[in-house]
């Protein structure tokens, strides 16, 4: 590897990276009890990296044909660097360190058999249509090294259950998504079991429901949806690329200011074993937990070697690529809502009439402005401080600065949601952790 | 190297199929009217179906020198696999309507043409307005080379070049995407309407909760039909009792002035190619003619289940496993202008864009949406752009209350070919 990156520096490149993934899946895709797909399929991938003359150039292939790919991306950074783009980065000591999940039982040393033969075993309740399964597990190796010294390996496992739940009853039609993700070995496989029976009697129950009247309400929000507010209302305005551009509505001029109430602590831990992990970012950088508000005041943005060199901060670890071919940008890992002082039952009961929102297909931000929605797969009426019937699936939005300081208790059972994110085309693994918390008023979508 | 995998693989599986892609990817992205990173480079994929005792084995690689293993993986789940009744074969040759997306002058085009293309679309811009600041700006262009065999008799190739950008536009304390793609070099062309909807989103005013007109932008409506309408037309949604339109061919779904088609076959547009990702020809396929239902989209296997001809709307996804998809969806024009269905809303909203557009129920249709960028309209004039508005209904509700569609047609998002509609009421909440 020194080799190339000597001869990268010969030609003119200031910094430049070297990276290699080895990646090995297989995907069992089961409706109603009937294999659908199952597929093995497994990928190799070599990627350098290069800054000159204050452009990026990226190459990619399936074969290490290193100095291949230097020329490539010099030849096409040359191109950008004509017009001076000025990219900067500061020097980072050298770090050389391997990372592996740890399982006892790997899942591609587990037996096709075997999967088939737990996948086969979910049964459906009464009222569900199609239950669609698809599995997945996974074995990736991603080496980085990099011309400060740097050498990075991380092995990593992770085992998944999509669950898709469609009921029927007479000419109304419902469906339920859930998810169980890990990083971890096939021993865990049978905790899902409790998200496949969950989501099957979600779509059975809400098939019953009746449509929200919509309007500004108070909620209550569960973990999961929680979690959704803190990486859309909070995580995505706290990314620095938006920041430095002046786009992000948790601009400069908030930093150490106060913007939400006391109890409100939110940070990105990259380091925690949840299904966000990122032990190195795709800049070999490693960090750690990185507060973004704390106790209601701006304390930190998620940044890449970029954003931190011009906003002269410290990078976080925070610049993730979806591929080898992708341009690494802050990006969120596990999102995480500190544990409040308040139960679930004092939450409920200082609510005379709103909703209890539950569950989500997932949100969407303006940073810009503000603006944001996110969707709850379940929602309860709350009538005298009580929960009460089954509404159909709804919708919350608001203004990120006005409903911050409208949190106004935070809940002491936090739990953990998995998922991916989605910022310029790019998909990358993310997980929420929140407790239940409380929001004096926002706008909920419904029938007028 | 294919034909080494084909004879690698015919004496191990009693039916196969080959597919083969060599794509050359050019990325490049900036955040200030600079482009400051591009990444080129090359993905070899290799995806197989085998079928051994009637049973299917599926396995892909992007490491094509171990070819090998990735045949003997698509054998091992065959063995291993349940016998699938339902799959009868792979597809058969037939003739092909030579259709060409592959732009010479496009596939000659480098990171110094964009850089030339880049300065002319920052020049348009900032002559039209210099206070408008560049967010972000994302290029892609994109050249394919496939190639199916299958023991079949299929041996189909061709090549495919398209491109597209997205420049993220600010304007004060508002920011919109200035968007194209094409199957040739893109132009400047998209701006003067992009800068006039980013200086038209000043001075935004609440309106009150209303059921009323709605009239929706193709960019609008595209978030309706990517979200849920593709899911229900498509055949093995519809054959696993999971879409909306089950039993419902030949009935009327939508108002009477409703056309939808998926044309994967007419000159020009961007997702039109000979054959589709498993060498069934491209062709034109009614979805909703005058209202009724009129079909589904089709692989081979959903096709055969029902023993009809596959619609030509197979693609391969990053796993690798066939899909089901639309090729260019066409929705019909009517016959007004945008003026005369703005004029026509006595009060009601027209809506460019929207927020959550994928949480909306795929199968039900069920939506709650922001309405990012919108309009109020009073006695026929635009009046104000909105603030803090959700929108919440069903989409097929919303198809039956159809109350004009506009006549010009226009290319939105990847495959959308579509005309302005008048929906006659929508759930408005302020």
């Given at each position: 590897m020194e080799s190339y990156i000597k001869y990268a520096q010969e030609k003119g490149t200031d910094y430049i990276e070297l990276h290699s993934v080895n990646n090995k899946q297989t995907i069992i895709d089961v409706q109603n009890r009937s294999i659908k797909d199952a597929s093995f399929n497994s990928a190799k991938g070599f990627s350098v990296r290069v800054l000159y003359n204050g452009a990026l150039g990226t190459s990619y292939s399936d074969r290490d044909d290193y100095k291949k790919l230097i020329d490539i991306a010099i030849k096409n950074a040359r191109a950008l660097s004509k017009e001076n783009p000025g990219i900067k980065f500061n020097e980072y000591k050298a770090v050389k360190k391997r990372f592996k999940i740890k399982c006892?039982?790997?899942?591609?040393?587990?037996?096709f058999e075997d999967k088939k033969k737990k996948l086969l075993g979910y049964k459906q309740i009464p009222g569900i249509k199609v239950l669609d399964l698809i599995y997945g597990d996974n074995n990736r190796i991603y080496r980085f090294v990099n011309s400060e010294g740097s050498n990075l390996e991380f092995k990593d496992v992770t085992l998944g259950l999509v669950v898709y739940a469609y009921s029927q009853k007479g000419k109304v039609n419902e469906s339920f998504l859930d998810t169980y993700r890990i990083h971890g070995g096939y021993e865990n496989i049978d905790n899902a079991d409790v998200t496949v029976r969950n989501t099957m009697r979600n779509a059975v129950e809400t098939l019953d429901a009746k449509y929200v009247k919509g309007g500004d309400f108070p909620v209550l929000i569960d973990q999961k949806l929680a979690g959704v507010f803190a990486h859309e209302a909070v995580g995505h305005a706290c990314e620095a690329d938006f920041v430095l551009k002046n786009v992000s509505a948790l601009k400069k001029e908030l930093f150490g200011k106060k913007i939400a109430s006391n109890n409100l602590t939110i940070a990105d831990n990259k380091q925690k074993l949840k299904w966000g992990y990122t032990p190195f970012d795709n800049e070999g950088f490693v960090g750690g937990n990185t507060i973004l508000i704390k106790n209601g005041m701006l304390n930190g943005y998620l940044h890449t070697k970029e954003t931190a060199a011009v906003l002269g901060m410290e990078p976080?670890?925070?610049?993730?690529?979806?591929?080898?071919?992708n341009k690494p940008i802050p990006r969120m890992t596990n999102t995480i809502i500190e544990n409040g002082d308040s139960n679930f039952n004092e939450m409920a009961r200082s609510?005379?009439?709103g909703y209890y929102l539950k569950g989500s297909r997932g949100g969407e931000t303006n940073v810009l402005n503000g603006q944001f929605l996110f969707n709850a797969q379940e929602c309860f009426l709350i009538e005298n401080g009580e929960v009460k019937q089954r509404m159909k699936p709804t919708s919350l939005s608001g203004n990120i600065l006005d409903i911050l300081p409208k949190i106004s208790l935070i809940g002491n059972d936090s739990r953990e949601d998995t998922g991916f994110c989605g910022k310029d085309g790019q998909y990358v693994t993310v997980s929420e952790n929140a407790p239940h918390i409380k929001i004096d008023l926002a706008k909920v979508g419904g029938q007028v | 190297m294919i034909e080494k995998v084909v004879s690698y693989i015919k004496n191990k599986a009693d039916m196969y199929e080959v597919y083969f892609s060599d794509s050359n990817l050019l990325n490049i992205e900036g955040e200030s009217m600079k482009p400051n990173f591009v990444s080129e480079g090359t993905t070899k994929a290799l995806a197989l179906r085998v079928v051994v005792d009637k049973k299917i084995g599926v396995a892909s690689t992007l490491n094509i020198n171990n070819y090998k293993e990735c045949v003997n993986n698509a054998i091992k789940i065959a063995k291993l696999n349940n016998v699938d009744k339902d799959f009868k074969n792979f597809a058969f040759p037939d003739k092909y309507k030579r259709i060409i997306n592959f732009s010479k002058s496009l596939v000659n085009f480098g990171s110094e043409d964009f850089i030339k293309l880049n300065k002319d679309i920052v020049n348009e811009v900032t002559n039209l307005n210099k206070n408008i600041e560049f967010v972000k700006i994302i290029y892609y262009k994109n050249m394919n080379n496939r190639r199916i065999i299958n023991s079949n008799g299929i041996d189909v190739e061709d090549k495919t070049v398209d491109n597209s950008f997205v420049y993220t536009l600010r304007l004060g304390g508002e920011a919109i995407d200035l968007y194209d793609s094409d199957v040739s070099i893109l132009t400047t062309k998209n701006v003067g309407e992009t800068v006039e909807r980013l200086e038209s989103l000043f001075n935004k005013q609440k309106i009150k909760n209303a059921r009323v007109p709605v009239m929706l932008h193709q960019n609008a409506l595209s978030t309706f039909l990517d979200h849920t309408f593709t899911f229900n037309i498509d055949a093995e949604n519809v054959q696993k009792g999971?879409?909306?339109?089950?039993?419902?061919?030949?009935?009327?779904?939508?108002?009477?002035n409703v056309n939808i088609c998926d044309d994967g076959i007419k000159k020009g547009l961007i997702n039109s190619r000979s054959f589709d990702d498993e060498g069934v020809p491209s062709k034109k396929t009614d979805i909703i003619k005058d209202g009724v239902l009129k079909g589904f989209l089709y692989d081979v296997y959903t096709a055969n289940k029902e023993n009809r001809k596959s619609t030509g709307n197979a693609v391969r996804g990053l796993n690798f496993i066939p899909k089901i998809k639309t090729n260019n969806l066409v929705f019909g024009k009517g016959n007004k202008t945008k003026e005369q269905l703005i004029d026509s809303i006595d009060k009601g909203l027209y809506i460019i864009s929207t927020m959550g557009g994928h949480t909306m129920n795929e199968s039900t249709g069920d939506f709650s949406l922001v309405v990012s960028e919108g309009h109020y309209i009073e006695n026929g004039k635009i009046k104000y752009p909105v603030k803090d508005v959700m929108i919440s209904g069903n989409f097929y509700d919303m198809l039956n209350k159809i109350e004009c569609i506009g006549k010009e047609i226009k290319h939105y998002d990847d495959g959308y070919y579509l005309p302005l509609i008048l929906f006659s009421e929508v759930n408005v909440i302020c």
């Open positions: 006892k039982v790997n899942p591609s040393d587990v037996d976080t670890g925070n610049g993730r690529a979806m591929t080898l071919s609510i005379k009439r | 999971k879409s909306l339109f089950k039993n419902m061919v030949g009935k009327k779904i939508a108002d009477k």
